[in-house]
């Protein structure tokens, strides 16, 4: 089984930065892609970023101003996110998929970290 754990959300005013982190952990022999996705009050979840070793996918709405990143060693993906506006306010949920070392596969969710940013 293979847990997610996010951190880094919070209050902040429309203009600033915010950086979240996602640790997986469990039996994970390698994680092929590592994402955020959001999920705004009254909306449905959206894909925010996403990172594989092919390289990187962003929403048109965070293009420029949130920037993805992993560190494999410690199967942890960052979300920078910078110039934040009030429409960037949503619950921010880490996403993982791959393989255990059972050669079974895996795609999981942590269970969310509140972005909110004030105008």
């Known amino acids: 089984q293979v847990q997610l754990v996010e951190s880094g959300g919070g209050l902040v005013q429309a203009g600033g930065s915010l950086r979240l982190s996602c640790a997986a952990s469990?039996?994970?022999?390698?994680?092929?892609?590592m994402g955020w996705y959001r999920q705004a009050p009254g909306k449905q979840r959206e894909l925010v970023a996403t990172?594989?070793?092919?390289?990187?996918n962003y929403a048109d709405s965070v293009k420029g101003r949130f920037t993805i990143s992993r560190d494999n060693a410690k199967n942890t993906v960052y979300l920078q996110m910078n110039s934040l506006k009030p429409e960037d306010t949503a619950v921010y949920y880490c996403?993982?998929?791959?393989?255990?070392?059972?050669?079974?596969?895996?795609?999981?969710w942590g269970r969310g970290t509140q972005v909110t940013v004030s105008s």
């Open positions: 990172i594989t070793s092919d390289g990187t």
């Open positions: 469990g039996s994970i022999f390698v994680s092929i892609a």
């Open positions: 996403n993982a998929n791959g393989l255990t070392y059972s050669a079974s596969g895996f795609d999981s």
